[in-house]
């Protein structure tokens, strides 16, 4: 009589089968290959069949693994009942491995053999819907990486597709490379590759490159090597090598044209016509500046031929070099010390020199001072978002030259950071001196500033130009003055002006209809949202990027920022970072970061390529938007309920700090302000869109930060008009300011900016 079954030995049955072992394992390894499937598509915008095809395949793979499996088990049941045994359920698992191995290898034959068979069809779907699509998405999000690889990936197959040449001219160019010498190797690679692809031979013909920005480099016998990295070549560029042992060794090659400045600041310059010139690749280093002291140049006048202007008089060659000594006393950069260069620092670029210096050491090598013209077309400011990144600037001290990656559009290295270089042009009493240094915060790479001639700091170095025998250096090298505007002289505003002014700025209060775009917990610190709305005009959505703490309770406080005008030329709010601002978020406030017309690549108006004001209606139209843009971003923190909407503040560094006089006089919900290296513009605006036309109206507690050389925002008719004129109470404002130009420590910025808004807004309590 056969025992009735019980659920445990039901149980054990079923667990001495294969079967049972066979498709739960297939059932897992499927997930994971349909989660991997899904996490691809998403990442590399795949098309959407990819997925439904994976699906199907798995389905008709588990009726392959359950056959072999049953198959499996029986066999191996006869096998044990032959040698006179029963199936001992120790023994099934490697039974089942084996069998499991020849399930997956039947279904591997079925879903090749159905790959197989349907590739026509897929690769017509793929062709003509997906492909485009993707591309399409791809050039919208700027997204160039993908949209490269995509549309190279079908350039042979698609050739003749009049649809996608269209679309793949959005993310590629084609375009034809020289060179002298010709008949050099040229390599390419992408920013988001580390292997150089070969191109070839110059003269390269038709070869597609991405947009986005990419390197070349180019290599000849008996010539140095070069490299560059750029947004674009324009097809016919003729790239030239420094033979080895010529005057132009170490140097990169400049092409002539006109050229306007594009530095904040001074955009408002007329273009000027420059003939081709030639770089020095590196920064001046110790040891090369060396070969000049140690030759008796402070003792000989032949190299110093500029008048010493010393507190607006002209003092002798004595008395000059008894001013360029170093710590010592002895002739030489003031960084030195009894004569020489730290151990170990000859490959640093030389540093705490005067102008005096730098074109006496240009002098004695038979080269110039760049002028700012020469100094910025070399420099690719256009280039920031890429070059800056890679550059030393806010960093934590000097390094050897032609260590960095931050190489220009013309090879040149360290442009940016490292050591700041002095310049030939004049500004009243002060020189030019650009590229900032490795203490200066990074968007000091496209700002241009000045600093008194006498100069000495520690970050001061210097790069030099040759320029052709018949160069016509007079409107490069002239004299840049700076325009002047008595604040003190002009009447405040009415009461009834002001209201009308203010009315300008007003817009309906409908609805946002956010979108989160990107969530980012990457960071130890604070989560980095990305979220989209409507606009307050022409039907536009616009951006934000919201950084929130991850080591204290909501309600958070908040600051608002508004970006130097380096943001201008910056082209991805996906690569947007707290930067200095990291403080923030990492002590227990959120930080905003809106993006407004015109920055990071929103807009498209040729006014927002500089922030210089107009007298012009399409400048105020501009001005109202930004006013609206930071409107809207502050309605969106109401719609959250992790903000705290009474401790909110205002943060505008160089451009939004100016800005920000405007912003705080008619927007009310701020509760205190920091203005970093702001001031009043000599430039004016119609007075309605004129910070200085606000500034009595402001009453939040500010807080400035400011140079004491700062070329954009001059001590005294700039920076100290704007603090006197506040409307502030005298209690609840402060002007700091500290030695330097366009830039305050970094640490000092900190310690402050803390301080304040720990009065204004109250203390953060950590979790």
């Known amino acids: 009589m056969t025992e009735p079954r019980t659920p445990k030995t039901l149980l054990e049955e079923i667990h001495a089968r294969s079967l049972w072992q066979v498709v739960l394992a297939y059932l897992g390894v499927s997930w994971a290959v349909l989660e991997a499937v899904a996490l691809f598509s998403d990442r590399y915008g795949l098309p959407g069949w990819l997925f439904t095809t994976a699906l199907g395949l798995l389905a008709c793979g588990l009726l392959v693994v359950m056959v072999a499996g049953l198959f499996g088990a029986a066999s191996g049941d006869s096998g044990d009942r032959a040698r006179g045994r029963s199936a001992a359920p120790g023994t099934t698992w490697g039974r089942a491995g084996l069998t499991f191995l020849a399930a997956c290898a039947a279904w591997g034959v079925i879903a090749t053999a159905a790959l197989i068979s349907s590739r026509g069809e897929t690769e017509a779907l793929l062709t003509r ?11 919208d999000a700027r997204q160039w990486d993908s949209a490269f690889m995509l549309s190279r990936a079908y350039e042979q197959d698609l050739a003749a597709d009049s649809a996608f040449a269209a679309v793949r001219e959005r993310v590629s160019r084609a375009v034809d490379l020289g060179s002298l010498p010709n008949g050099a190797s040229v390599w390419w690679r992408a920013p988001w590759s580390e292997e150089w692809e070969e191109l070839g ?68 310059l007329a273009p000027v016509t420059l003939g081709s010139y030639w770089i020095d690749r590196d920064e001046v280093t110790n040891a090369e500046y060396a070969e000049f002291v140690d030759g008796g140049a402070y003792r000989d006048p032949a190299y110093w031929t500029e008048p010493f202007i010393l507190d607006g008089r002209e003092i002798s060659f004595q008395d000059a070099m008894s001013l360029l000594v170093d710590q010592t006393g002895l002739p030489g950069p003031s960084t030195w010390v009894g004569g020489d260069y730290a151990e170990g620092a ?78 030939w042009n004049e500004s009243d009493e002060n020189r030019f001196i650009l590229g900032g240094g490795w203490s200066d915060a990074q968007y000091m790479f496209v700002d241009a500033y000045t600093q008194p001639a006498w100069d000495r700091s520690e970050i001061n170095g210097l790069r030099l130009a040759l320029f052709g025998d018949d160069e016509d250096l007079t409107l490069a090298a002239r004299s840049i003055p700076r325009p002047t505007r008595d604040f003190y002289a002009e009447a405040p505003i009415s009461d009834e002006r002001f209201s009308t002014y203010r009315s300008v700025f007003a817009y309906d ?21 990305i979220v989209s709305f409507d606009a307050a005009y022409a039907g536009e959505r616009m951006q934000a990027v919201l950084f929130t703490p991850r080591n204290v309770a909501p309600p958070y406080q908040t600051v608002v920022y508004f970006p130097g005008s380096n943001a201008l030329f910056l082209d991805d709010t996906y690569e947007v970072r707290p930067g200095l601002h990291e403080f923030l978020p990492k002590n227990g406030r959120a930080f905003l970061v809106p993006i407004y017309r015109g920055t990071y ?167």
Request: charged share 20%; proline share 5%.
């Open 346 to 423: 000859g490959n640093h670029p030389v540093t705490g020199l005067a102008w005096y210096e730098a074109a006496a050491y240009a002098r004695f090598r038979g080269k110039s001072l760049p002028t700012i013209y020469h100094w910025n077309r070399a420099a690719t400011t256009s280039r920031a978002s890429v070059i800056t990144p890679l550059s030393n600037l806010a960093g934590s001290g000097l390094r050897d030259v032609a260590t960095t990656e931050a190489v220009t559009g013309y090879g040149a290295l360290d442009m940016g950071g490292n050591a700041r270089e002095w310049c």
């Open 129 to 139: 819907g997906d492909v485009l699509g993707s591309l399409q998405r791809f050039a």
């Open 509 to 529: 209060r409908t609805e946002l209809n956010t979108t989160t775009e990107l969530v980012d917990s990457a960071s130890g610190d604070w989560v980095r949202e």
């Open 201 to 268: 031979s110059t003269p390269v013909r038709g070869f597609r490159l991405p947009l986005g920005g990419f390197s070349l480099r180019l290599e000849a016998e008996g010539h140095e090597g070069l490299e560059v990295s750029v947004t674009t070549v324009v097809s016919g560029t003729e790239f030239r090598l420094a033979a080895l042992g010529s005057p132009h060794a170490g140097m990169v090659f400049v092409p002539g044209g006109d050229f306007q400045i594009q530095s904040p600041g001074l955009e408002s």
């Open 601 to 767: 690549g929103r807009g498209g108006n040729a006014l927002l390529d500089t922030d210089q004001p107009s007298e012009t209606v399409a400048y105020r139209e501009v001005v109202v938007q930004w006013v609206r843009d930071l409107g809207r971003s502050i309605d969106y923190l109401q719609t959250r309920g992790d903000i705290d909407m009474d401790r909110l503040a205002f943060f505008g560094t160089s451009w939004g700090a100016r800005m920000g006089v405007l912003m705080l006089a008619v927007e009310p919900r701020f509760q205190a302000a920091i203005l970093f290296v702001g001031g009043l513009k000599h430039q004016r605006a119609l007075p309605e869109a004129d910070p200085s036309s606000y500034v009595h109206r402001v009453t939040a507690p500010v807080l400035m930060l400011n140079g004491r050389y700062d070329h954009f925002f001059p001590l005294e008719s700039s920076q100290i008009p704007l603090f006197d004129l506040l409307g502030t109470p005298t209690q609840d404002k402060s002007h700091q300011v500290y030695d330097g130009g366009h830039s305050v420590p970094t640490a000092i910025v900190i310690r402050e900016s803390q301080a304040w808004l720990d009065r204004y807004l109250g203390p953060v309590r950590q979790r």
